[in-house]
């Protein structure tokens, strides 16, 4: 039974009250069907339907105090101690980069230069995540192809016009010079958009989303680096996992996701054999695992970083290392992005790395706790993406910075040197903050997911896919 307008004109009443705008949605839904559930009750009991109502209307009691009561209860969150957690780790990352140029570089021009660009990032990167704090993160699910859009057309700008660099095309805007390595980071986000866009259309839309992961893959393949495309297939395929175990696109699609894993699988082995030189790189990374065999080439840096690991201290400067101290000036930029964790540990010892990662892991289990609280799917979707991508930057920095540089990584959130990396994972941090200050008002789309559709099935051995809807 539909609300009444007595029913509607006492809930806008209450919804006056409450000065938090985004929650009257929630509060009068809330109010409209508890009068109605009040209202059944009484008719149920043999009261007539006008009378039911009123005695409805007075059970409840006055509008104007139910608002003031409601208004001390519905107003954002604003989640002080993961926002204390993000600014302890700039500050932190801050100290740490100018630590590292007033005392580690040698060359003053490169102090120079590096000093301007510190200066440069750090309010640029507090202001996006100020901005992204106070973004309605409700955006990108009502406008999820902005970003994809954005990021290709950010792509091709660079390639037409960006500045070669290693094997990668940077696009310069002004100031900012943005890394392709970096700008992986926003895929995953870009995913989630569309993924949650097409949970309206069920088991169709949960196979329209792998494809478009499939499309996110060759635009990283094309534009970017093997660490972004790491990076992302990890971030989607919990996206992915976790939709088909919580039932967003409705019912069986376990099948679909097994098909995405073996067709990913299929595709690497193809791409790495299909081309020779790749699959001599996959059997040169190899080699961190047994360093010793090619110390002179691609062992060398393996056991370097093992070597000053195994000179570290608990606490303070580690043992003298004649390697390091040759060739200091050649590795201080690769450990000021790359291995910032193995040269702290060897300069102040691992007292202070690994502290530095037991925060990094608590703002994560606060923020995982956090996310399983979210009530919409967009806010689970968009948190978890979130978490997942700092996750897995973190992950695949431990790894590397204990002497297994498989693959380059990204980023350690908020502390290792690299200007456009600090500036977006501030930017997503704002965003992972904005849902959990919000998320609780947030109402996904009410449309009917079609968990009954036919669109994938096996009959007499042969898989067909129908297009009918």
Not at 415 to 427: D, F
Request: net charge neutral; hydrophobic share 50%; proline share 4%.
């Amino acid at each position: 039974m539909n609300a009444s307008d007595p029913f509607k004109r006492y809930a806008e009443k209450v919804c006056e009250q409450i000065r938090w705008k985004k929650a009257h949605g929630v509060v009068a839904k809330e109010i409209e069907n508890h009068l109605i559930d009040q209202k059944n009750a009484y008719m149920d009991m043999g009261d007539p339907e006008s009378t039911a109502e009123e005695k409805a209307l007075l059970q409840m009691g006055d509008p104007v105090a139910v608002g003031a009561a409601l208004d001390i209860t519905h107003k954002p969150a604003p989640q002080w101690g993961m926002i204390g957690l993000v600014m302890g780790l700039f500050v932190l990352g801050a100290v740490i980069q100018y630590l590292f140029i007033t005392n580690a570089l040698p060359d003053e021009g490169y102090q120079y230069f590096s000093s301007n660009t510190l200066i440069f990032y750090l309010p640029l990167s507090l202001a996006a995540f100020i901005g992204a704090y106070f973004l309605d993160f409700s955006f990108f699910g009502k406008h999820p192809y902005i970003l994809p859009i954005l990021l290709l057309g950010v792509d091709v700008l660079a390639q037409l016009t960006g500045t070669e660099y290693a094997g990668n095309h940077w696009l310069s805007l002004g100031a900012i010079s943005i890394s392709p390595i970096s700008l992986a980071l926003l895929f995953p986000l870009a995913f989630c958009d569309i993924f949650y866009h097409f949970r309206e259309k069920g088991k169709h839309g949960y196979f329209l989303g792998g494809l478009a992961a499939a499309y996110f893959c060759v635009q990283l393949l094309l534009f970017h680096t093997f660490s972004g495309i790491l990076l992302f297939v990890c971030t989607a395929g919990v996206l992915m996992v976790i939709g088909t175990i919580r039932k967003w696109f409705g019912e069986n699609t376990k099948t679909l996701l097994l098909l995405f894993i073996l067709a990913g699988i299929a595709a690497f082995a193809l791409l790495i054999s299909a081309f020779p030189y790749r699959l001599y790189r996959v059997q040169t990374l190899l080699t961190v695992f047994h360093p010793e065999t090619d110390p002179k080439g691609a062992g060398y840096f393996p056991l370097l970083l093992r070597d000053m690991l195994e000179h570290s201290v608990f606490l303070g400067k580690g043992t003298v290392l004649p390697e390091l101290a040759v060739h200091q000036d050649i590795f201080l930029a690769n450990f000021r992005s790359d291995y910032l964790l193995t040269f702290l540990t060897y300069k102040y010892g691992w007292a202070v790395s690994v502290s530095l990662v037991l925060l990094l892991a608590v703002f994560l289990l606060f923020g995982f706790r956090k996310c399983l609280k979210q009530k919409s799917i967009l806010g689970q979707m968009i948190s978890l993406c979130i978490l997942a991508t700092f996750t897995m930057e973190v992950l695949v920095y431990i790894i590397v910075n204990l002497g297994y540089p498989l693959i380059a990584p990204i980023a350690l959130p908020f502390l290792s040197y690299g200007g456009s990396s600090l500036l977006l994972n501030m930017a997503l941090a704002g965003i992972l903050l904005s849902v959990f200050r919000t998320g609780e008002v947030y109402q996904d789309n009410t449309k009917p997911v079609f968990s009954e559709s036919k669109f994938i099935q096996w009959d007499d051995g042969k898989l067909i896919i129908s297009f009918k809807g």
